[in-house]
């Protein structure tokens, strides 16, 4: 199919960086973007939104009993107390895999997403591929990110909303007591939030 360089899309360099990079030199240029607050945004995703505060959560739901059921049930209360609310949060849940079941959370109709615990959605996560397998053949799916489950474990999926968005719980590793909450956060990977990872094991 031959390309479409019409597409005003068609005239953006093909590396995603430089895409960005361009993008951002364009937008500054014609005054619709003031680079301090650009530098702003940039430096909160990176740092201060990501999936490091949805591990620090797991981390403390792992090891703190009257925290977890909290967070099982309403999480919301406690999460504006640790400022991991607002936009893209307004209403989380929270659950919990068990070596009954295996949780995976998609979203079907676009890409909604828990950004104050995760950050920025990865682009497999939006992709129509996962939005649509996961729902169908989780057990595949899982089974691409390297995630081989027991026979007799459930795979539940989750469809997040704009209403509603869900976090993954991925069952504590074995080994792994002893270990404070930072070294516990250190296990969480942004997948196992999600469910299409598991929890690292710790290094001994």
């Not at 360089?5 to 030199?25: F, G, M």
């Not at 081989?148 to 909303?161: F, I, K, N």
């Not at 296990?187 to 299409?196: A, F």
Request: proline share 9%.
């Amino acid at each position: 199919m031959p390309h479409d360089y019409s597409h005003p899309h068609s005239h953006l360099p093909s590396d995603p960086a430089l895409r960005v990079k361009a993008l951002e030199t364009l937008l500054v240029r014609k005054g619709l973007v003031d680079p301090a607050a650009l530098d702003e945004i940039i430096e909160t995703y990176a740092h201060k939104v990501g999936p490091q505060n949805g591990a620090r959560v797991v981390a403390k739901i792992w090891s703190d009993p009257a925290f977890r059921e909290a967070m099982l049930s309403d999480p919301m209360p406690l999460l504006r107390e640790m400022d991991l609310y607002g936009r893209q949060g307004e209403h989380m849940v929270f659950v919990e895999n068990t070596p009954e079941v295996h949780n995976i959370v998609v979203c079907t109709l676009c890409s909604c997403y828990p950004w104050p615990l995760l950050g920025i959605p990865p682009g497999w996560y939006k992709s129509d591929a996962y939005r649509a397998r996961a729902v169908r053949e989780p057990r595949s799916v899982l089974a691409e990110f390297g995630v081989t489950l027991p026979e007799g474990q459930a795979v539940r999926v989750w469809d997040s909303t704009a209403e509603t968005r869900y976090l993954v719980v991925p069952q504590r590793p074995f080994d792994s007591e002893g270990l404070s909450e930072d070294e516990l956060a250190a296990l969480v990977s942004r997948n196992s939030m999600i469910g299409t990872g598991l929890a690292l094991e710790p290094k001994r």
